[in-house]
């Protein structure tokens, strides 16, 4: 199944889709951060009206981050001839980068991200409740959904580096770049400083997470059978229901006498039990369409949230209608090829033998 957006030549549209498929990082950036950060509105597109100098600032920022990670990961994968699991850890990496190193909402009770969780859960200058769902959020969002994605859309790309040694190092530093502005602009706003014990054990956990993505089997996580067993409602659902349920686990019972380490490991076990399901029903080959309708199901989530964010004024309504538009061609794209019977004549059409 080649799937994939065609290019038909003519119409902008197709211009577009053969500028895309000439650069694919473009793509990627689109995506990345797209989708965790301006759909969710975590970051407002209402901005660019409101204080365009700090909408490009901003957008900076998370393209050096989002953008710059989801290469770096993708070119490990690749370079390093992995799988899934090694996406996974140095997901995990990048989240500590992005969330403890930068924005510090691992750390800081009083940022206002994580509200309550700022300090229910919080341990040892750790907010852990918290910490959990979003590591989970980042691994989803901002690494592993962009490159199935990216692979989804432009399937040349599968398997291909998108980015030569300068590439990388640009990328590194793109990231480390964002990342210190973020942290600058973060202790502005908050005077906040982790501290030199935090900032060692946060680095010393991302380059644990790397070793351990350098040296995890190829085959880590890789789907339990050759064959897709699953459907694609039961993918979409995976996909939906994923973070409303991590939202319950970590909001739902704040209120209560529950200790949070509880609530940690439901919220760690039912992460565990989706994970297997997906593993169980995927399939290693021609799962595409179970893989759009997963990552739709993600996506679908947070164009919900976005909206019941900014009902008073539902400016991300323009991208969600560009979401579902990619989606529909994607489906499209993969939707099973029509089984084709030749027609059947009725019998007193059918000839003879010769000579009767």
Known sequence: MAGG??????????????????????????????????????SSLLNAVVDPAFFVLQLAINVG????????????????????????LLGAAYAITEEGLGDNTFFNSNHGSDGVLGVFGHYAGVNWVWATGVLAFHVVYSIGLPIVLLGLALPETRGRSLL?????????????????????LVWSEFHFWMGTPLLVASGAAI????????????????????????????????????FPLAFLWEYGFTSTTIPPALLIGAEVVTFAVLLSQVRRGVGGVGNEPLLVHLAFGFVVWQAVFGVLLTLA????????????????????????????????????????????
């Not at 290469?71 to 994968?77: K, T």
């Open 313 to 356: 004024l539902p400016y991300t309504l323009p991208l969600v209608a560009l979401v579902f538009l990619f989606f529909f061609r994607l489906r499209r794209a993969y939707a099973p090829a029509p089984a084709f019977d030749p027609p059947v004549r009725p019998l007193d059409a059918v000839p003879g033998p010769p000579g009767l």
């Open 65 to 88: 981050q989002y953008t710059a990670g989801a290469l770096l990961v993708r070119e490990a994968m690749i370079r390093w001839r992995k799988g899934w699991a090694t996406v996974f």
């Open 164 to 184: 030569g040694g300068r590439g990388v190092w640009v990328a590194f530093a793109a990231l480390g770049l964002s990342t210190a502005t973020e942290t600058f």
């Open 5 to 42: 957006f065609a290019r038909p030549p003519g119409t902008f549209g197709s211009r577009l889709l053969a500028f895309f498929h000439a650069h694919p990082v473009v793509a990627l950036a689109l995506l990345t951060p797209g989708i965790p950060e301006y759909l969710s509105t975590s």
């Open 207 to 242: 380059a644990v997470l790397v070793v351990l993505a350098r040296r995890v089997p190829s085959d880590g996580l890789s789907p339990a059978r050759v064959r897709p067993t699953g459907t694609d409602r039961e993918f979409f659902a995976v996909g939906f229901f994923f």
